[in-house]
């Protein structure tokens, strides 16, 4: 079946915009994750879901960083008036179950704040 | 703070020999480690994983060791292939949560 989809694949945005990261999961996944990745760096983790539930916000960088996902399925990442450091590739994941570290990746969103 | 790391940042092997990429962690706590492989351009991919209560576990060409004695961790790959060029991370991760802790990856490169 189809891979973990991520759109867009490019996003160039300015500075004080908001910019909305989607992400299709595998489906029958019911656990979801984000994470952020700077050029020449390792993954920082975000946020994950179970279901429709996000039971821990701690990894979000920001108040300005929200993320929702409905249905159990599609999942968004959403940035509130983007800075230059919110710049990096945005990463998208699922898995089975929570618990499940065998992690199935999106290609990522490149996001440029200019 | 807690954190995982690695101890080469880019790794230079001719092809056909052995890889061995290497990954240092500093929470004892730790009972879970992967290995991800990260092709340019691409999310990253499940290689392989150990659990804290083993110390070897073998795939297909690929051999993780875990020392949990020194906190370390390393990826064995046989024979390595062109296609084995990409960045390598280990993770690791606490029962009590569901994040992983990335390293922050080694580069391998293969020589013709």
């Known amino acids: 079946g189809a891979g973990v989809s991520q759109s867009p694949s490019n996003k160039v945005t300015e500075k004080g915009k908001d910019v909305e990261l989607r992400c299709d999961p595998i489906s029958g996944h019911t656990a979801l994750y984000w994470y952020r990745q700077s050029l020449g760096q390792g993954l920082e983790f975000l946020i994950y879901?179970?279901?429709?539930?996000?039971?821990?916000k701690s990894g979000l960088p920001s108040d300005r960083f929200s993320a929702e996902r409905t249905g159990g399925s599609v999942s968004t990442l959403t940035i509130q008036r983007t800075q230059q450091e919110d710049s990096a590739v945005y990463l998208c994941?699922?898995?089975?179950?929570?618990?499940?570290?065998?992690?199935?990746f999106g290609p990522g969103t490149r996001l440029t704040v200019t | 703070g807690e954190s995982v790391g690695l101890h080469l940042p880019t790794l230079s092997v001719q092809e056909g020999d052995n890889s061995i990429i290497n990954c240092a962690y500093s929470?004892?706590?730790?009972?879970?480690f992967i290995w991800y492989k990260q092709e340019s351009g691409k999310g990253p991919q499940f290689i392989i994983d150990?659990?804290?209560n083993m110390d070897k576990r073998q795939g297909q060409r690929v051999t993780v060791l875990l020392n949990k004695t020194v906190k370390h961790l390393s990826l064995q790959i046989a024979a390595t292939q062109p296609g084995d060029s990409a960045v390598y991370f280990c993770a690791e991760n606490m029962d009590s949560n569901y994040q992983l802790i990335w390293g922050a990856g080694t580069k391998l490169i293969i020589k013709p």
């Open positions: 879901f179970q279901g429709n539930s996000a039971p821990d």
């Open positions: 929470n004892s706590a730790s009972d879970y």
């Open positions: 150990i659990r804290s």
């Open positions: 994941a699922s898995s089975t179950a929570l618990g499940d570290y065998e992690q199935y």
